[in-house]
């Protein structure tokens, strides 16, 4: 029964609280004693039947029906309640290269560093040097295919019969030394299940990863470095056991071409016996976008299309098999669709062409080896009827 006083002295004190704000806005607010007020005692709840008694009662339908008139936060017919829920999450943009500032200090040639001193490399030249590959890293926080002239190498960290070094000061002596020479780190993430999953899981990575391993356990970290227009991408890793450590270095570039492109008679000859003939077309890495040196080839299609005036086409995208069959397949498309609307831009009738892509669904070799993969990036030109 205590519960009641309690209930009718806070409902005093809303009373006293609503009569004070009617006052000061009719502007008839009596001027309070201070003094008065500090030496007041605790309010004494007004119990039922004593004089005043009638004022609360009539205070609370005051207010229950003030309640009733607008509805509290929450309640039917009320404002909505405020929510902390978290906005969405943003979608990783690709990494540019472009991002990198490029560098100004004076670089060495070609590929930047000496063996780590007390170290020597467990590679032969004919290993560590390619004149034209490609390699996966990881720039933002994705794996990425880069090609272009590579060096590598790899040394055994713990070796009794040389310098030893810590994991740690080796990346960091090649950090440094990158740093040096204005470039930056760029790999936001390790090798995980999940990177590597994005990418079309373990084994698609590993097709072109150079490195000690590409998971858990190993630590893999990339760097750029950017000038007069050329890029570097520098990858440096160390684990597994014993303890490696190993170094790539890629310039970025696209292949020269050592074959003499098919004229259109050729094309010709080969869809009159055959109906098909495959073109190997130089695109960017991971894009659609055509080289510099695929304008000769183009040239030769629109040609032949020029020669005969009844051909039409269906131009085929294919891919090899790194990375996710979804993104190949797309990717094979607007490869297929690039090349039509280069030839349209040269003035064929785009009823005469249709282009699609099939990513690497049908193989013309084993994906197995860099070989297979080189003849499975194609584009072919399939007559149509």
Known sequence: MRLLPLLLASTLVLTACGQREEDAAAGSAPATDPAAEASAGPATATQPGEPGAE????????????????????????????TDAAPPAEVPAEFDPASVPESTASLPPFPF??????????????????????????????VVAVEGKVFRDRFQL?????????????????????????????????????????F???????????????????????YLIRQGGKEWWIQVS?????????????????????LAFIDAAAMKKALDADGRIALYI????????????????????????????SLRLSIDGHTDSTGTAERNRELSRQRAEAVQAALVAQGIAA????????????????????DGRAKNRRVELVRLP
């Open 282 to 309: 130089n695109f960017d890495v991971d894009k659609a976008t055509l080289r510099p040196d695929a304008s000769a080839v183009v040239a030769e299609i629109h040609r032949l299309l020029s020669n005969d005036p």
């Open 351 to 370: 009823d005469r062409l249709q282009a699609q892509g099939f990513g690497p669904d049908q193989p013309l070799a084993d994906n197995a080896t860099e």
């Open 200 to 222: 079309g899981g373990r084994e698609a990575v590993d097709k072109h990863y150079h490195g000690t391993c590409a998971s858990d356990g190993c630590e893999n970290n990339t």
């Open 238 to 258: 160390t684990g597994a056991i014993p303890l490696h450590g190993e170094v790539v270095v890629l310039e970025r570039q696209g292949m020269a071409s050592k």
């Open 113 to 142: 560093f000496k063996e780590p001193e007390g170290l020597v490399s467990t590679l032969s030249d004919r290993d560590r040097n390619k004149n034209f590959d490609r390699e996966h890293m990881i720039a933002g926080d994705k």
């Open 55 to 82: 004022d609360v009662a009539a205070t609370d339908a005051g207010l229950a029906s003030a309640s009733q008139a607008t509805p509290l936060p929450g309640e039917p017919g009320g404002p909505e309640l405020a």
């Open 158 to 198: 713990t070796n009794p019969d040389q310098r030893e070094y810590s994991d740690i000061e080796f990346q960091r002596n090649y950090a440094n030394a990158i740093a040096e020479l204005g470039g930056q780190q760029i790999n936001q993430v390790q090798y995980t299940n999940e990177v590597n999953a994005a």
